[in-house]
């Protein structure tokens, strides 16, 4: 059995007096005194990061997380938009399935907030099609274009999306290492400045700085005495990245097939899933999870979370999101899948504190890159 | 045992009139048409590529990649400057440790050439430390340094850098696929405009369009007559990217430590290797992988390739770059370490036509990225 054996990250915002190499080391080094393990003991590590290139000029990060430490080990820096830190973990896990007794490090990070508004918008729009960028779709129209598809298809308005950010909200203030720290109304984000028809800035998660690092073995000995979590499935899919080659925009087809394939290795099912956390980049993207993932059935979420019932404390079979997602958590984005497995693990392993869901057992985790051309869904137990 | 079934490749060279993604598609289709192959029977796609996000504005390949062959399959892009290809390779070998009868594809490609000189200059120097592109050095430079040091410590000259790019054009010349098929003499490499002393540009490879794609399995109902070669090992270390906290710099240490565990885990020995195509972004380059690669005593290949022991033909008990090596069959980084591999597969089936190595069994491709941060060692046989 492959299993995580520790969890830490950063404070994810504007953190300016830090480079995006001094966030990875401070989210290493606190793994590492967190687990009792030396560097010297790690096997590999897998770093998932996207703009590094774009924003920083900073390529070739293997080595430099390399000389950070002293260390000859095989890094990898692996790029898929926002999935970075999710597919950085499947190569991660993929690793331990074919080599016994080892320890690796899965780290994500990114830098965003140290460079102008425009260079960030342009950096992100690369995980668009060529077509897409050159008619100015940046990634809030994007999935504008598809909320307004759904929310027309299933008669619902804004209403229906807006819960989702006073939901994320709520979990976020629980949360120290959250971005945005501040509950929300659903009438500040129904009044918040339009971004995108419907979508305005309360839909949308913000531009951050952050790492996220965790530990992952095989290594029975090394468990010994560790708070351990079970890695069930760490399960990929893509599909075309331009909207108009989809099937369908009214959800995010990736996602559905990953689950299918994530559940069926896992030999679970939706409804065994106790706690979630979901890649919520704009509110209309929590909807499409919540059905996609098999939680809803399709054209459903927008009624049932209008109900809170995946608000933590409100009783529900299903809590999602207690990092606050990316919505108030923030999302860093090479940071943010690796965030969402590290969440899981400490609410598994009963280390969450004020935001601790009791009595799980079984958790998942959905990391999704650009409008839905990647999705890595994983799935957690003890 | 994992196998290579495939190789594709495009003509390396300025193809201004094919995109990125062209290319990939180009080495793509070529290799299921030669191995008689659907996409459909693909279980993964591993792309290597550098500078996608910086030239092209162009990241989240995976998806895009996804959508040229209307696939869902996990696509993985993996950068590791001019070693991105030999790391997409040790990816898909490591899946295929993990998962039986698989097929997948190992794809490389870069498109170099349809921007300013000054912006690929400045894209890989992003392969270097901050302090370094700080201080103006580009790759060139870096080399420089490290190729002065050798020959001062040595008592070689530029003769002696010189000889490597002769033999590795007469070999390019032979290659239908190579950049520059021109044989050259030692005196026009001497004579060539001093780029960083003691290279000159003739000790330099050249930037470069191109892709290449290799077909791994362990699928053996698939194999059944088709031209295979088995992967004895593919072993990955990293090192200091800043070359001022490295141990040396009169070679390579990341090579020297890969290649220890590439030769145990295969259980052969450096004199074993009958041909090599080791990395040779300049001169200098191709003497330190002669001895880090363990062929040649330490100091001594300025001396030895002198004599164009390994040149084809030349009847010695190892031949290298028979491709022409990075210096004339061209350089498009992230395609660069899945050719070389390409190559060794080519010759141990016997189709490398007039460049053919007669009576082989094992073969060693080593890539390297930036000024040695990284070096990826991969040993192939019969």
């Known amino acids: 059995m492959i299993n995580i054996a520790g969890y830490s990250q950063t404070k994810f915002g504007e953190l300016w007096e830090k480079s995006l190499f001094e966030l990875v080391k401070e989210s290493i080094d606190n793994l590492l005194i967190s687990t009792k393990t030396e560097i010297s003991e790690i096997d ?32 990898f820096r692996v790029e898929s938009a926002c999935a970075s830190g999710g597919m950085a973990f499947n190569l991660g896990h993929t690793y331990l399935e074919a080599n016994p007794n080892k320890k690796i490090i899965v780290v994500g990070a990114e830098k965003m907030t140290d460079v102008m508004p425009e260079e960030i918008t342009e950096g992100l729009s690369s995980a668009a099609s060529g077509a897409e960028q050159e008619a100015g779709l940046t990634f809030p129209g994007l999935y504008a274009l598809m909320a307004r598809t759904y929310l027309d298809k299933y008669n619902y308005d804004k209403k229906n999306l807006a819960c989702v950010a006073v939901k994320n909200h709520l979990h976020g203030f629980l949360n120290p290492y959250a971005q945005f720290r501040k509950k929300i109304t659903e009438e500040e984000v129904l009044k918040s400045p339009m971004i995108a028809d419907p979508l ?127 919505k108030s958590a923030g ?12 969440e899981i693990y400490m609410q598994l392993i009963g280390n969450a504190e004020n935001r601790q869901v009791k009595n799980l057992k079984y958790g998942l985790a959905h990391n999704v890159g650009g409008s839905g051309g990647t999705a890595v869904v994983s799935i957690l137990g003890i």
Chains 1, 2 share one sequence.
């Open 44 to 75: 590999a590590i897998y770093f998932g990061n996207m703009l590094g290139g774009v924003t920083e000029n900073n390529l070739h990060a293997g080595s430099k997380i390399a000389e950070i430490y002293g260390v000859n080990i095989p890094v």
């Open 200 to 326: 305005g800035v309360l839909d949308c998660s913000p531009i951050t700085d952050g790492a996220s690092a965790l530990l992952l073995t095989n290594d029975k000995k090394f468990i010994k005495n560790k708070k351990i979590v079970n890695i069930f499935s760490s399960e990929i899919a893509t599909d075309s990245i331009s909207l108009m080659n989809r099937k369908r925009i009214d959800g995010i087809d990736a996602t559905k097939i990953a689950a299918e394939k994530a559940y069926k290795k896992a030999k679970l099912k939706p409804e065994d899933i106790q706690i979630a956390e979901v890649h919520d980049c704009f509110t209309i993207a929590e909807l499409f999870a919540m059905e996609d993932l098999g939680f809803y059935k399709k054209g459903t979420a927008g009624k049932r979370l209008l109900d809170y019932e995946t608000l933590l404390d409100n009783k529900g079979k299903l809590i999602v999101n207690t990092s606050g997602g990316l």
């Open 331 to 342: 999302h860093p984005v090479g940071a943010t899948g690796i965030k969402q497995i590290g």
